[in-house]
């Protein structure tokens, strides 16, 4: 929508056609990308894309262990999410918790072997599907290019200053 409402303020800057073309194009992709990565996953390993992301996040950690609020904070998830989330992996016999000897209310999630056994059967189909989904549709140049945008767009959006409101904070 380019023109304001009789609600919204007088300085209201609304996106261009340019702009608002680039941005349903983004959410439009973005949604399909994450629907099409989710049913893959679903069908393959019986599990959601995020669940994936934190299967990987603990594969790939020093003694496939990580604090609870580390992992929200990799998955850029909230706390809460993450603890609904742990407690299906828990269920299915693919992640741990262990308390925290160091802090009585912190706890590690912890990747068991079925978990990693899991992952090792899994990641070859999501590669596959993301490698059909993004990068044989993209030449080199545009993959650099997407690369470089969205961390630039990730560095704006993940301030680096107390009291920020990011969602592993929650």
Request: aromatic residues 6%.
């Amino acid at each position: 929508m380019n023109t304001a409402s009789a609600s919204a303020p007088a300085q209201s800057r609304w996106l261009t056609d340019d702009e608002q073309r680039v941005w349903r194009a983004y959410l439009h992709a973005t949604t399909l990308l994450e629907d099409h990565l989710d049913r893959q996953l679903q069908r393959d390993a019986g599990m959601p894309h995020i669940y994936y992301g934190l299967l990987v996040g603990l594969a790939e950690a020093p003694g496939r262990r990580l604090r609870m609020t580390e992992l929200a904070m990799n998955a850029k998830i909230t706390r809460s999410r993450l603890s609904h989330a742990v407690a299906r992996l828990e269920k299915n016999g693919w992640v741990r918790r262990e308390d925290c000897p160091s802090d009585k209310r912190g706890q590690f999630a912890v990747l068991t072997d079925q978990g990693a056994e899991v992952l090792r059967q899994t990641a070859p189909g999501h590669v596959a599907a993301v490698r059909q989904a993004l990068f044989e549709r993209l030449s080199p140049e545009q993959q650099q290019a997407l690369g470089e945008i969205m961390q630039i767009v990730a560095e704006g959006l993940q301030p680096n200053e107390a009291g920020a409101d990011l969602p592993w904070l929650r």
